[in-house]
């Protein structure tokens, strides 16, 4: 097993409790890690005998699109979303940060990690 790493995505996207968050928006970052058998695309250098790292940035991206209220809630659409369109994946986990979030001091980030 491989363990294929995207990380650093950064999106601008609007989820949170508060309404101002829905409204103004924030910056997110996302670390992806997916176990994948890539033995075959070890041998033969076919993009099909693996995850193609694209469509899985855009499957991330469709999802941060869409508004929640807790990084818990998009993370998991995340997952479920990426074992269900890429079976290759026998496991994942992901990362994401909130930056700056709106907690009434200085605070670089907040975040959630989940596996699946």
């Not at 809630?73 to 930056?99: C, E, N, Y």
Request: with cysteine; proline share 3%.
């Amino acid at each position: 097993m491989s363990v294929i790493s995207i990380e650093g995505m950064e999106f601008f996207a609007y989820h949170g409790c508060f309404k101002e968050e829905q409204v103004i928006g924030t910056k997110f970052r996302v670390d992806l890690f997916l176990e994948v058998n890539t033995t075959l695309a070890e041998k033969t250098d076919h993009l099909e005998d693996t995850v193609n790292y694209l469509a899985v940035y855009q499957a991330v991206k469709d999802e941060m699109s869409i508004k929640s209220k807790l990084l818990e809630h998009v993370s998991r659409r995340i997952l479920t979303r990426i074992k269900k369109d890429f079976p290759a994946v026998t496991k994942a986990r992901i990362k994401m940060r909130k930056i700056n979030p709106p907690l009434g001091g200085k605070i670089d980030f907040v975040s959630v990690e989940l596996e699946d």
